[in-house]
């Protein structure tokens, strides 16, 4: 049997309701609102698609292997959004601010799937082996303000800062 867009919306909604995702972070359906604003689409054959429109031009095209994936990639981008916003009201300034996105993702993803929770926490440990967690940033930018609005060259006070608060080593 196909899945319907009608389908769809519903599983979504329901989801939605769950983790008290925005109505604005959800996809539209069947068409782009563009703007960058997911939507989704299933062809004639019943293959799911979702897609990301903005200024007119497809940026992303993710092909979906069955509606457990559809649904894994929309609430992907709602529940990264919903992250964002909670690690912005919640910053901790000598800490990543990965750390409480990553952290907050996973909860939520994991709230409405227990593999999707599992699922994002192996795309967070891929990304932070090459992009490891940097708890000095925020120290060692201001430390280089700091020397620069003194006067010392931005690229010298650049190096000064990652001497006195090193930048983390990639795995």
Known sequence: M???????KILIDN???????????LPTYGQSIDGAHPHIEVDKNGQLYYVIVER???????????TNDLLYRVFSGVTFSMAVDFELNNRI???DCRRQMFSKQQELL???DKGWGTRIEKEHQWILRTHPFDDLASIRAN???QL???????????????KKYPLPKSS
Do not use: H, M
């Open 143 to 145: 430390y280089s303000k």
């Open 2 to 8: 196909k899945v319907t867009l009608d389908d769809i």
């Open 148 to 162: 620069t609005d003194t006067g010392t060259e931005s690229w010298t006070a650049w190096n000064e800062a990652c």
């Open 93 to 95: 300034d000598t800490e």
């Open 15 to 25: 989801l939605a309701l769950k983790i008290n995702a925005p109505q604005n972070l």
């Open 110 to 112: 994991a709230t409405l």
């Open 56 to 66: 007119g031009q497809e940026l992303k095209r993710d092909f979906a292997a069955d």
